[in-house]
């Protein structure tokens, strides 16, 4: 049956719906990358909460998405900026998903890695030694849970950063106590602006050499960086610099296939937020790129650009509302209820373009039931044929 998806515009346009899902079942572990999902949480919709209160959470529902993201061969990046960290989801909340978290991925095998901040710091600014200490207790957190630990940028530290030694000492100090190699995340202000001018200047050259420096003084402690600037010209020139040893994942959800397929001169892995409703795709893409067919890979990959970049449009911190949107549409959860309140952070129009882009690529295995949770939203609206 024909849904009438509303475009920004006001008007109403017509869609037909496919009727068959992409064949994806899950296959061999991968041997060429190494690739995480990043994974969203999933409320809990009867909870009488307002926005301003600690994140509901949905256990059953949240660890279900990550057995579905294991069961495919991909990595889980957990309390990441995809969970809503830091917008919705507080510090109690993600120790709590932390620790939920590692134990399920130690049950099932899964492999995991979970984001180390400082976002228990609020209220006036904090000192130095207020944000090492916060780190500390988080990266504490998650090597107790037996996971990876992914140094997450802090809000705190470029609100109190004077420059770039601020940055050196506070990295160094971390890497130093560090149990085991962690990753290093680069976030840019596009995803939160927040963190303008990270790592002690807004010159994003500058910006790098003073990143490098980090690494280059504990080599042994970093498994290797996470760049999410959506600049693949930036990303390719910094991962060229790494040393020997140290790993490029892609944060970058406009450039990603080019930027995983690398070149002559090397490549980058994934951390993607993108490969959260991508998960099944993603995982047969990558399962092709082991075999060497880099062309095959770009041909089930690159398809699925046109998505993320609307996903991903800006303001993109708010991409968080149309990965959990598909969610519900897959049938990965009961409702299209989000922490925070942030389902209602996009348009109705850019939800219809996700869904029709989605339905497009043939993403959700029950397209029916898609078409159905979609058409429901539409009435919801007061969209009518």
């Not at 990143?211 to 999410?228: C, M």
């Not at 299209?336 to 219809?352: E, I, K, N």
Request: overall charge negative.
């Amino acid at each position: 049956m024909t849904l009438h998806l509303p475009d920004a515009h006001g008007a109403l346009r017509a869609y037909e719906p496919r009727t068959e899902p992409l064949a994806l079942t899950p296959g061999a572990p991968f041997t060429s990358r190494t690739v995480f999902s990043a994974a969203h949480v999933v409320a809990d919709p009867y909870a009488d909460v307002s926005p301003d209160s600690p994140a509901a959470v949905d256990w059953d529902a949240t660890l279900a998405f990550r057995r579905h993201l294991w069961a495919h061969g991909l990595g889980v990046a957990e309390a990441m900026d995809t969970a809503q960290r830091g917008m919705g989801l507080d510090w109690a909340g993600a120790a709590e998903l932390i620790r939920r978290s590692a134990a399920e991925a130690k049950a099932t095998g899964g492999r995991i890695a979970c984001g180390v901040g400082t976002d228990q710091l609020s209220g006036a600014p904090a000192t130095l030694a207020e944000v090492r200490a916060a780190y500390e207790e988080q990266l504490a957190a998650v090597e107790e849970s037996g996971a990876q630990a992914i140094l997450m940028a802090s809000r705190a530290l470029a609100a109190t950063a004077r420059g770039p030694e601020d940055y050196l000492e506070t990295y160094g100090h971390l890497l130093r106590q560090a149990a085991e190699p962690v990753i290093l995340h680069w976030l840019g202000p596009m995803f939160d602006p927040t963190l303008e001018g990270y790592w002690g200047s807004a010159d994003l050259d500058a910006a790098t050499d003073t990143f490098l420096d980090v690494i280059a003084a504990h080599p042994d402690k970093v498994d290797g960086i996470k760049v999410s600037l959506l600049d693949a010209r930036r990303e390719v020139a910094l991962r060229r610099r790494l040393p020997q040893g140290v790993r490029c994942y892609t944060g970058d959800d406009f450039h990603y296939p080019e930027l995983i397929a690398g070149d002559d001169q090397g490549f980058s892995h994934a951390l993607l937020g993108i490969f959260d409703p991508l998960g099944p795709l993603a995982a047969e893409a990558v399962r092709v790129l082991d075999t060497g067919n880099t062309d095959g890979f770009r041909a089930l990959l690159d398809p699925t650009v046109d998505l993320s970049r609307h996903l991903f449009q800006a303001p993109t911190r708010f991409y968080k509302t149309g990965v959990v949107l598909l969610a519900w549409l897959a049938g990965h959860q009961s409702h299209f209820t989000m922490v925070g309140g942030l389902q209602s952070a996009r348009s109705l129009p850019h939800l219809a373009r996700a869904y029709e882009l989605a339905d497009r690529l043939g993403l959700f295995p029950d397209p029916k039931l898609a078409e159905d949770r979609m058409r429901t939203l539409l009435h919801l609206y007061g969209v009518t044929p």
